[in-house]
Protein backbone atom coordinates (compact mmCIF):
# COMPACT_ATOMS: atom_id res chain seq x y z
CA UNK A 1 0.00 0.00 0.00
CA UNK A 2 0.77 3.50 -0.51
CA UNK A 3 -1.48 6.71 0.14
CA UNK A 4 -4.33 5.94 1.88
CA UNK A 5 -7.79 5.25 0.13
CA UNK A 6 -10.47 8.34 1.06
CA UNK A 7 -13.52 7.27 0.22
CA UNK A 8 -16.08 9.78 0.82
CA UNK A 9 -19.57 8.16 -0.62
CA UNK A 10 -21.07 4.95 -0.17
CA UNK A 11 -22.03 1.93 -2.37
CA UNK A 12 -25.54 2.04 -2.81
CA UNK A 13 -27.73 0.09 -5.12
CA UNK A 14 -24.70 0.06 -7.68
CA UNK A 15 -23.97 4.18 -7.37
CA UNK A 16 -21.69 6.02 -5.63
CA UNK A 17 -24.20 8.24 -3.12
CA UNK A 18 -23.35 11.41 -0.79
CA UNK A 19 -23.88 9.61 2.78
CA UNK A 20 -26.53 11.07 4.91
CA UNK A 21 -23.86 10.19 8.01
CA UNK A 22 -21.26 12.47 8.79
CA UNK A 23 -19.23 9.89 10.77
CA UNK A 24 -15.66 8.29 9.31
CA UNK A 25 -14.35 5.07 9.83
CA UNK A 26 -10.47 5.18 9.86
CA UNK A 27 -8.64 2.12 9.07
CA UNK A 28 -5.28 1.76 9.99
CA UNK A 29 -2.90 -1.55 8.99
CA UNK A 30 -3.06 -4.18 11.85
CA UNK A 31 1.05 -4.14 11.26
CA UNK A 32 2.08 -0.98 10.98
CA UNK A 33 0.15 1.25 13.02
CA UNK A 34 -0.47 3.50 9.43
CA UNK A 35 -3.60 4.29 7.96
CA UNK A 36 -4.90 2.48 5.13
CA UNK A 37 -7.80 4.55 4.32
CA UNK A 38 -11.14 5.86 5.44
CA UNK A 39 -14.60 5.19 4.52
CA UNK A 40 -18.34 6.66 5.29
CA UNK A 41 -20.08 5.28 8.20
CA UNK A 42 -23.36 3.99 7.03
CA UNK A 43 -25.81 5.44 9.60
CA UNK A 44 -29.63 3.78 9.82
CA UNK A 45 -30.62 6.30 6.76
CA UNK A 46 -27.91 4.96 5.17
CA UNK A 47 -29.38 1.68 5.79
CA UNK A 48 -32.36 2.16 4.50
CA UNK A 49 -31.49 3.52 1.31
CA UNK A 50 -29.71 0.73 0.53
CA UNK A 51 -32.51 -1.74 1.89
CA UNK A 52 -35.43 0.60 -0.44
CA UNK A 53 -32.74 0.30 -3.51
CA UNK A 54 -32.20 -3.44 -2.99
CA UNK A 55 -36.36 -4.18 -2.75
CA UNK A 56 -36.84 -1.93 -5.60
CA UNK A 57 -34.46 -4.02 -7.74
CA UNK A 58 -35.89 -7.29 -6.63
CA UNK A 59 -40.01 -6.32 -6.72
CA UNK A 60 -38.73 -5.32 -10.45
CA UNK A 61 -37.59 -8.63 -11.30
CA UNK A 62 -34.78 -7.00 -12.79
CA UNK A 63 -31.91 -9.70 -11.44
CA UNK A 64 -34.85 -12.32 -9.85
CA UNK A 65 -36.07 -12.90 -13.31
CA UNK A 66 -32.47 -13.26 -14.75
CA UNK A 67 -31.74 -16.77 -16.34
CA UNK A 68 -30.31 -18.71 -13.70
CA UNK A 69 -27.72 -19.76 -16.29
CA UNK A 70 -26.65 -16.21 -16.76
CA UNK A 71 -26.49 -15.43 -13.37
CA UNK A 72 -24.18 -18.11 -12.94
CA UNK A 73 -21.98 -16.15 -15.82
CA UNK A 74 -22.34 -13.13 -13.83
CA UNK A 75 -20.55 -15.01 -11.44
CA UNK A 76 -17.81 -16.20 -13.40
CA UNK A 77 -16.89 -13.02 -15.01
CA UNK A 78 -16.76 -11.51 -11.30
CA UNK A 79 -14.41 -14.43 -10.81
CA UNK A 80 -12.01 -13.32 -13.83
CA UNK A 81 -12.23 -9.66 -12.95
CA UNK A 82 -10.92 -10.70 -8.99
CA UNK A 83 -8.12 -12.72 -10.55
CA UNK A 84 -7.04 -9.83 -13.27
CA UNK A 85 -6.61 -7.48 -10.16
CA UNK A 86 -5.68 -10.02 -7.73
CA UNK A 87 -2.48 -8.60 -6.60
CA UNK A 88 -4.07 -4.96 -5.98
CA UNK A 89 -7.23 -6.39 -4.02
CA UNK A 90 -4.48 -8.84 -2.22
CA UNK A 91 -2.20 -6.21 -1.32
CA UNK A 92 -5.46 -3.69 -0.11
CA UNK A 93 -6.41 -7.01 2.43
CA UNK A 94 -3.40 -7.47 3.65
CA UNK A 95 -2.61 -4.18 4.76
CA UNK A 96 -6.12 -3.70 6.19
CA UNK A 97 -5.88 -7.19 8.22
CA UNK A 98 -2.36 -8.06 8.36
CA UNK A 99 -2.41 -11.26 6.55
CA UNK A 100 0.72 -12.26 4.54
CA UNK A 101 0.42 -11.61 0.72
CA UNK A 102 0.51 -15.17 0.63
CA UNK A 103 -1.75 -16.26 3.00
CA UNK A 104 -4.50 -13.69 1.27
CA UNK A 105 -3.91 -15.31 -2.12
CA UNK A 106 -4.62 -18.98 -1.21
CA UNK A 107 -6.91 -18.59 1.99
CA UNK A 108 -8.73 -15.74 0.61
CA UNK A 109 -8.68 -14.99 -3.46
CA UNK A 110 -8.19 -19.33 -4.32
CA UNK A 111 -11.09 -20.11 -1.68
CA UNK A 112 -13.25 -17.18 -2.91
CA UNK A 113 -13.12 -17.12 -6.52
CA UNK A 114 -13.55 -20.82 -5.79
CA UNK A 115 -16.82 -20.53 -4.06
CA UNK A 116 -17.98 -18.40 -6.72
CA UNK A 117 -17.64 -20.82 -9.34
CA UNK A 118 -18.81 -23.99 -6.99
CA UNK A 119 -22.13 -21.49 -6.44
CA UNK A 120 -22.40 -20.55 -10.29
CA UNK A 121 -21.64 -24.91 -10.85
CA UNK A 122 -24.14 -25.24 -8.53
CA UNK A 123 -26.84 -23.17 -10.03
CA UNK A 124 -26.65 -24.89 -13.64
CA UNK A 125 -26.94 -27.87 -12.01
CA UNK A 126 -29.58 -27.39 -9.96
CA UNK A 127 -33.21 -28.26 -10.63
CA UNK A 128 -35.20 -24.90 -10.28
CA UNK A 129 -38.73 -26.56 -11.40
CA UNK A 130 -39.50 -30.31 -10.44
CA UNK A 131 -42.80 -32.44 -10.95
CA UNK A 132 -44.35 -34.94 -8.30
CA UNK A 133 -46.84 -36.76 -8.85
CA UNK A 134 -48.53 -36.80 -5.04
CA UNK A 135 -51.84 -37.93 -3.32
CA UNK A 136 -54.07 -35.43 -5.66
CA UNK A 137 -51.97 -36.09 -9.08
CA UNK A 138 -49.32 -33.65 -10.33
CA UNK A 139 -47.77 -30.79 -8.52
CA UNK A 140 -44.91 -27.93 -9.39
CA UNK A 141 -42.59 -27.36 -6.98
CA UNK A 142 -40.42 -24.30 -7.98
CA UNK A 143 -37.58 -22.36 -6.02
CA UNK A 144 -37.72 -18.59 -5.76
CA UNK A 145 -35.39 -16.35 -4.19
CA UNK A 146 -35.48 -15.29 -0.54
CA UNK A 147 -35.72 -11.93 -1.56
CA UNK A 148 -33.50 -8.76 0.33
CA UNK A 149 -30.46 -10.54 2.23
CA UNK A 150 -28.77 -9.05 4.74
CA UNK A 151 -25.47 -9.78 4.52
CA UNK A 152 -22.24 -9.18 8.12
CA UNK A 153 -19.37 -10.70 7.49
CA UNK A 154 -15.98 -10.81 9.90
CA UNK A 155 -12.67 -9.16 9.23
CA UNK A 156 -10.39 -12.44 9.48
CA UNK A 157 -11.29 -13.20 6.10
CA UNK A 158 -12.72 -10.33 4.40
CA UNK A 159 -12.26 -11.01 0.72
CA UNK A 160 -13.48 -14.91 0.87
CA UNK A 161 -16.29 -14.21 3.42
CA UNK A 162 -17.41 -11.57 0.67
CA UNK A 163 -17.48 -14.30 -1.89
CA UNK A 164 -19.39 -16.46 0.12
CA UNK A 165 -22.39 -14.19 0.65
CA UNK A 166 -22.25 -12.60 -2.66
CA UNK A 167 -21.72 -15.86 -4.50
CA UNK A 168 -25.28 -18.04 -2.89
CA UNK A 169 -27.09 -14.47 -3.01
CA UNK A 170 -26.33 -13.20 -6.36
CA UNK A 171 -26.89 -17.03 -7.48
CA UNK A 172 -30.25 -17.45 -6.41
CA UNK A 173 -31.63 -14.31 -7.87
CA UNK A 174 -31.85 -12.27 -4.26
CA UNK A 175 -30.81 -8.25 -3.68
CA UNK A 176 -28.05 -7.76 -1.04
CA UNK A 177 -27.08 -5.37 1.13
CA UNK A 178 -23.23 -5.77 3.01
CA UNK A 179 -22.13 -4.80 6.12
CA UNK A 180 -18.07 -5.45 5.84
CA UNK A 181 -16.50 -5.24 9.57
CA UNK A 182 -15.16 -1.96 10.49
CA UNK A 183 -11.52 -3.00 10.87
CA UNK A 184 -11.58 -4.45 7.31
CA UNK A 185 -14.31 -2.50 4.85
CA UNK A 186 -12.05 -0.89 1.85
CA UNK A 187 -12.16 -4.37 0.06
CA UNK A 188 -15.72 -4.27 -0.03
CA UNK A 189 -16.19 -1.45 -1.84
CA UNK A 190 -13.77 -2.19 -4.58
CA UNK A 191 -15.04 -6.23 -5.08
CA UNK A 192 -18.49 -4.62 -5.12
CA UNK A 193 -17.75 -2.60 -7.87
CA UNK A 194 -16.47 -5.88 -9.84
CA UNK A 195 -19.86 -7.46 -9.43
CA UNK A 196 -21.32 -4.36 -11.18
CA UNK A 197 -18.75 -4.65 -14.00
CA UNK A 198 -19.34 -8.28 -14.25
CA UNK A 199 -23.12 -7.52 -14.87
CA UNK A 200 -24.62 -7.11 -12.01
CA UNK A 201 -27.95 -4.18 -12.68
CA UNK A 202 -27.97 -1.11 -10.74
CA UNK A 203 -30.21 -1.43 -7.32
CA UNK A 204 -29.03 -4.82 -6.52
CA UNK A 205 -26.01 -4.78 -4.22
CA UNK A 206 -24.95 -2.58 -1.83
CA UNK A 207 -22.16 -1.51 0.85
CA UNK A 208 -22.90 -0.06 4.01
CA UNK A 209 -19.91 -0.04 6.20
CA UNK A 210 -19.95 0.42 10.38
CA UNK A 211 -20.40 -1.53 13.36
CA UNK A 212 -22.93 -2.99 15.64
CA UNK A 213 -25.29 0.30 15.32
CA UNK A 214 -24.79 -0.46 11.36
CA UNK A 215 -25.34 -3.89 11.52
CA UNK A 216 -28.42 -3.60 14.17
CA UNK A 217 -29.90 -1.20 11.44
CA UNK A 218 -29.36 -3.28 8.96
CA UNK A 219 -30.90 -7.06 11.07
CA UNK A 220 -33.72 -5.05 12.61
CA UNK A 221 -35.33 -3.79 8.44
CA UNK A 222 -38.63 -5.04 8.03
CA UNK A 223 -37.80 -5.12 4.28
CA UNK A 224 -34.82 -7.31 4.71
CA UNK A 225 -36.06 -11.48 4.30
CA UNK A 226 -33.00 -13.04 5.90
CA UNK A 227 -29.66 -12.21 7.59
CA UNK A 228 -26.76 -13.95 6.89
CA UNK A 229 -23.77 -13.73 9.89
CA UNK A 230 -20.44 -14.58 9.77
CA UNK A 231 -18.84 -13.51 13.14
CA UNK A 232 -18.60 -14.48 17.11
CA UNK A 233 -21.21 -16.69 19.18
CA UNK A 234 -22.27 -14.01 21.03
CA UNK A 235 -23.01 -11.41 18.20
CA UNK A 236 -24.89 -14.50 16.56
CA UNK A 237 -27.24 -15.09 19.69
CA UNK A 238 -28.38 -11.36 19.47
CA UNK A 239 -29.15 -11.35 15.52
CA UNK A 240 -30.98 -14.93 16.03
CA UNK A 241 -33.19 -13.31 18.51
CA UNK A 242 -34.40 -10.64 16.17
CA UNK A 243 -35.02 -12.44 13.23
CA UNK A 244 -36.87 -14.78 15.44
CA UNK A 245 -38.77 -12.00 16.49
CA UNK A 246 -39.57 -11.29 13.33
CA UNK A 247 -39.82 -14.36 11.70
CA UNK A 248 -37.21 -13.39 9.47
CA UNK A 249 -34.95 -16.13 7.68
CA UNK A 250 -31.48 -16.00 9.34
CA UNK A 251 -27.92 -18.39 8.95
CA UNK A 252 -25.34 -18.11 11.35
CA UNK A 253 -22.00 -19.14 10.89
CA UNK A 254 -20.15 -18.91 14.24
CA UNK A 255 -17.01 -19.77 16.42
CA UNK A 256 -15.29 -23.14 16.82
CA UNK A 257 -13.23 -24.91 18.89
CA UNK A 258 -11.69 -27.72 16.77
CA UNK A 259 -9.68 -30.89 17.51
CA UNK A 260 -7.32 -33.00 15.64
CA UNK A 261 -7.37 -36.39 17.03
CA UNK A 262 -3.94 -37.92 15.71
CA UNK A 263 -4.03 -41.52 15.90
CA UNK A 264 -1.09 -44.36 16.95
CA UNK A 265 -1.08 -45.06 13.44
CA UNK A 266 -0.13 -41.76 12.62
CA UNK A 267 2.81 -40.92 9.98
CA UNK A 268 4.08 -37.83 12.02
CA UNK A 269 6.82 -36.51 10.08
CA UNK A 270 4.29 -36.12 6.75
CA UNK A 271 1.34 -34.92 9.39
CA UNK A 272 3.07 -31.85 11.69
CA UNK A 273 3.14 -29.12 9.13
CA UNK A 274 -0.38 -30.08 7.87
CA UNK A 275 -1.57 -30.72 11.49
CA UNK A 276 0.16 -27.19 12.96
CA UNK A 277 -0.91 -24.70 10.14
CA UNK A 278 -4.44 -25.90 10.80
CA UNK A 279 -3.89 -24.70 14.28
CA UNK A 280 -2.25 -21.20 13.55
CA UNK A 281 -3.12 -20.76 9.98
CA UNK A 282 -4.18 -16.73 9.41
CA UNK A 283 -2.15 -15.90 13.04
CA UNK A 284 -4.65 -19.02 14.37
CA UNK A 285 -7.69 -15.92 13.40
CA UNK A 286 -9.86 -18.68 11.77
CA UNK A 287 -13.04 -20.04 13.11
CA UNK A 288 -12.14 -23.62 11.66
CA UNK A 289 -8.61 -23.67 13.22
CA UNK A 290 -7.85 -27.14 14.97
CA UNK A 291 -6.81 -25.75 18.27
CA UNK A 292 -7.20 -28.97 20.33
CA UNK A 293 -4.64 -31.46 18.88
CA UNK A 294 -5.69 -34.77 20.50
CA UNK A 295 -2.95 -37.04 20.53
CA UNK A 296 -2.09 -40.39 22.08
CA UNK A 297 -0.12 -40.41 25.25
CA UNK A 298 2.08 -42.76 24.27
CA UNK A 299 3.46 -40.98 20.78
CA UNK A 300 2.69 -37.52 22.99
CA UNK A 301 6.46 -36.49 23.29
CA UNK A 302 7.20 -37.46 20.08
CA UNK A 303 4.15 -35.69 18.14
CA UNK A 304 4.92 -32.47 20.53
CA UNK A 305 8.59 -32.55 19.37
CA UNK A 306 7.15 -32.54 15.81
CA UNK A 307 4.96 -30.10 15.77
CA UNK A 308 7.21 -27.63 17.61
CA UNK A 309 9.58 -27.98 15.25
CA UNK A 310 7.33 -26.92 12.58
CA UNK A 311 5.66 -24.35 14.59
CA UNK A 312 9.11 -22.54 15.06
CA UNK A 313 9.55 -21.81 11.47
CA UNK A 314 6.54 -19.19 11.62
CA UNK A 315 7.82 -15.84 11.66
CA UNK A 316 5.60 -13.06 12.85
CA UNK A 317 6.39 -10.09 11.19
CA UNK A 318 5.01 -7.14 8.93
CA UNK A 319 3.33 -9.37 5.88
CA UNK A 320 5.42 -7.80 3.22
CA UNK A 321 8.59 -8.41 4.82
CA UNK A 322 11.10 -11.22 3.22
CA UNK A 323 11.00 -14.31 5.04
CA UNK A 324 7.66 -13.25 7.23
CA UNK A 325 5.15 -16.22 6.99
CA UNK A 326 2.53 -15.07 9.98
CA UNK A 327 0.99 -11.38 10.39
CA UNK A 328 -0.67 -9.40 13.05
CA UNK A 329 -3.43 -9.78 15.10
CA UNK A 330 -6.11 -7.67 14.06
CA UNK A 331 -6.46 -4.85 17.04
CA UNK A 332 -5.13 -4.12 19.75
CA UNK A 333 -7.94 -5.43 22.22
CA UNK A 334 -7.28 -8.38 20.50
CA UNK A 335 -4.31 -8.63 20.92
CA UNK A 336 -4.24 -8.44 24.82
CA UNK A 337 -7.27 -11.21 24.64
CA UNK A 338 -4.76 -13.34 22.63
CA UNK A 339 -2.23 -12.85 25.73
CA UNK A 340 -4.88 -13.04 28.51
CA UNK A 341 -5.59 -16.76 27.16
CA UNK A 342 -1.77 -17.62 26.98
CA UNK A 343 -0.84 -16.25 30.92
CA UNK A 344 -4.34 -18.02 31.69
CA UNK A 345 -3.42 -21.19 30.20
CA UNK A 346 0.08 -20.64 32.61
CA UNK A 347 -2.05 -20.28 35.13
CA UNK A 348 -4.36 -23.27 35.22
CA UNK A 349 -1.13 -25.61 35.06
CA UNK A 350 -0.74 -25.36 31.56
CA UNK A 351 3.05 -25.70 30.18
CA UNK A 352 3.82 -23.45 27.50
CA UNK A 353 6.48 -25.73 25.35
CA UNK A 354 6.74 -23.27 22.89
CA UNK A 355 6.21 -19.77 22.87
CA UNK A 356 7.95 -17.85 19.29
CA UNK A 357 8.69 -14.17 20.41
CA UNK A 358 6.49 -11.48 19.39
CA UNK A 359 9.10 -9.19 17.09
CA UNK A 360 9.85 -5.52 18.11
CA UNK A 361 8.87 -3.71 14.99
CA UNK A 362 6.31 -0.58 14.62
CA UNK A 363 3.25 -1.20 16.62
CA UNK A 364 2.21 -4.32 14.90
CA UNK A 365 -0.12 -6.33 17.28
CA UNK A 366 2.08 -9.39 17.41
CA UNK A 367 1.86 -12.87 18.88
CA UNK A 368 4.06 -15.73 18.01
CA UNK A 369 3.12 -19.40 17.56
CA UNK A 370 2.52 -20.88 21.06
CA UNK A 371 2.11 -24.44 22.14
CA UNK A 372 0.68 -26.04 25.31
CA UNK A 373 1.22 -29.42 26.52
CA UNK A 374 -0.56 -30.70 30.20
CA UNK A 375 -3.73 -29.31 29.21
CA UNK A 376 -6.73 -30.86 30.35
CA UNK A 377 -10.53 -30.40 28.69
CA UNK A 378 -11.56 -28.37 31.19
CA UNK A 379 -9.24 -25.49 30.91
CA UNK A 380 -10.15 -22.28 29.75
CA UNK A 381 -8.00 -22.87 26.62
CA UNK A 382 -9.71 -25.79 25.88
CA UNK A 383 -12.89 -24.34 25.97
CA UNK A 384 -12.98 -20.62 24.56
CA UNK A 385 -12.13 -19.45 21.37
CA UNK A 386 -9.06 -17.80 21.57
CA UNK A 387 -8.22 -16.51 17.67
CA UNK A 388 -4.67 -16.50 17.93
CA UNK A 389 -1.84 -18.82 16.92
CA UNK A 390 -2.24 -20.87 20.47
CA UNK A 391 -2.76 -24.72 20.24
CA UNK A 392 -3.42 -26.57 23.21
CA UNK A 393 -1.97 -30.61 23.31
CA UNK A 394 -4.27 -33.14 25.23
CA UNK A 395 -3.24 -36.58 25.83
CA UNK A 396 -5.74 -39.84 25.31
CA UNK A 397 -5.51 -43.23 26.74
CA UNK A 398 -7.70 -44.76 24.24
CA UNK A 399 -10.07 -44.19 21.03
CA UNK A 400 -12.47 -43.93 23.00
CA UNK A 401 -11.62 -41.09 25.26
CA UNK A 402 -10.51 -39.16 21.91
CA UNK A 403 -13.58 -39.62 20.17
CA UNK A 404 -15.34 -38.27 23.87
CA UNK A 405 -12.99 -35.21 24.50
CA UNK A 406 -13.61 -33.75 20.95
CA UNK A 407 -17.27 -33.95 21.63
CA UNK A 408 -16.33 -32.64 25.11
CA UNK A 409 -17.42 -29.06 23.27
CA UNK A 410 -19.86 -25.94 23.14
CA UNK A 411 -19.10 -26.02 19.37
CA UNK A 412 -19.16 -27.91 16.41
CA UNK A 413 -17.77 -26.49 13.34
CA UNK A 414 -14.99 -28.36 12.24
CA UNK A 415 -11.98 -31.49 12.97
CA UNK A 416 -10.24 -33.65 11.49
CA UNK A 417 -8.36 -37.08 12.16
CA UNK A 418 -4.74 -37.91 11.12
CA UNK A 419 -4.29 -41.62 10.60
CA UNK A 420 -2.45 -43.79 7.57
CA UNK A 421 -5.79 -45.92 7.46
CA UNK A 422 -8.14 -43.83 5.84
CA UNK A 423 -11.37 -45.75 6.35
CA UNK A 424 -10.85 -45.87 10.04
CA UNK A 425 -10.17 -42.25 9.78
CA UNK A 426 -14.13 -41.82 8.29
CA UNK A 427 -15.71 -43.70 10.92
CA UNK A 428 -14.29 -41.92 13.64
CA UNK A 429 -15.31 -38.25 11.21
CA UNK A 430 -18.37 -39.77 11.48
CA UNK A 431 -18.80 -39.79 15.41
CA UNK A 432 -17.35 -36.32 15.88
CA UNK A 433 -20.48 -33.63 16.06
CA UNK A 434 -18.98 -30.81 14.16
CA UNK A 435 -20.07 -30.08 10.39
CA UNK A 436 -16.64 -30.64 8.64
CA UNK A 437 -13.79 -33.12 9.29
CA UNK A 438 -10.78 -33.83 7.23
CA UNK A 439 -8.68 -36.80 7.14
CA UNK A 440 -4.86 -35.99 7.43
CA UNK A 441 -5.42 -32.25 6.32
CA UNK A 442 -8.00 -29.86 6.86
CA UNK A 443 -10.01 -27.50 4.21
CA UNK A 444 -13.19 -25.59 3.42
CA UNK A 445 -14.29 -27.38 0.11
CA UNK A 446 -16.44 -25.07 -2.18
CA UNK A 447 -18.76 -27.67 -2.89
CA UNK A 448 -19.79 -29.58 -0.41
CA UNK A 449 -21.44 -27.94 3.06
CA UNK A 450 -19.87 -25.76 5.38
CA UNK A 451 -21.33 -24.69 8.76
CA UNK A 452 -21.49 -26.24 12.42
CA UNK A 453 -23.48 -28.02 14.93
CA UNK A 454 -23.90 -26.64 18.60
CA UNK A 455 -22.90 -23.04 19.07
CA UNK A 456 -21.23 -22.83 15.86
CA UNK A 457 -23.85 -21.43 14.25
CA UNK A 458 -27.57 -22.71 12.50
CA UNK A 459 -27.56 -23.49 8.12
CA UNK A 460 -25.02 -24.20 6.28
CA UNK A 461 -22.64 -22.35 3.19
CA UNK A 462 -21.25 -24.19 0.05
CA UNK A 463 -22.46 -26.52 -2.86
CA UNK A 464 -25.96 -27.11 -3.27
CA UNK A 465 -26.88 -26.82 0.32
CA UNK A 466 -25.34 -23.17 0.22
CA UNK A 467 -27.47 -22.03 -2.69
CA UNK A 468 -30.95 -23.30 -1.04
CA UNK A 469 -30.11 -21.65 1.99
CA UNK A 470 -31.30 -18.62 -0.44
CA UNK A 471 -34.46 -19.91 -1.62
CA UNK A 472 -37.68 -20.48 -0.97
CA UNK A 473 -39.88 -23.59 -2.08
CA UNK A 474 -43.40 -22.94 -3.56
CA UNK A 475 -45.41 -25.94 -4.45
CA UNK A 476 -48.53 -25.43 -7.16
CA UNK A 477 -51.34 -27.70 -7.26
CA UNK A 478 -52.35 -29.06 -10.54
CA UNK A 479 -56.04 -29.52 -11.06
CA UNK A 480 -56.77 -33.14 -10.42
CA UNK A 481 -56.75 -35.41 -13.31
CA UNK A 482 -54.13 -32.68 -15.05
CA UNK A 483 -50.94 -33.90 -16.33
CA UNK A 484 -47.87 -31.87 -17.99
CA UNK A 485 -47.19 -34.37 -19.88
Avoid at 186 to 199: P, R, S
Avoid at 231 to 251: N, V, Y
Avoid at 296 to 324: H, L, N
Wanted: net charge negative.
Amino acid sequence: MTDPIETTQLYIGGKWQDPHSTEVLEVFSPATGEKVGSVPVADATDVDAAVRAARASFDSGVWRNTPPAQRAAVLRRAVELINERGAEIGALVSAEMGATPGDVATLQQLAGTGVLNAYADATDAYDWEETRNGLFGEALVVREPVGVVGAIIAWNVPLFLFCNKFGPALAAGCSIVLKPAPETPLNANVLAELFTEAGVPEGVISIVPGGIETGKALVDHPDVDKITFTGSTAAGRAIAATCGEQLKRCSLELGGKSAAIVLEDADIAASAPMLVFSGILNSGQACVAQTRVLVPRSKQDEIVEAMVAVASTFVPGIPTEPGVNMGPIITGKQHEKVTGYIAKGKEEGATAVLEVPAPAVGTGNFVGPTIFTGVTNDMTIAREEIFGPVISVIAYDDLDEAIAIANDSDYGLAGSVWTTDVPKGIEIAKQIRTGTMGINWYAIDPSSPFGGYKNSGIGRENGREGLESYLEHKSILMPMGYTSN
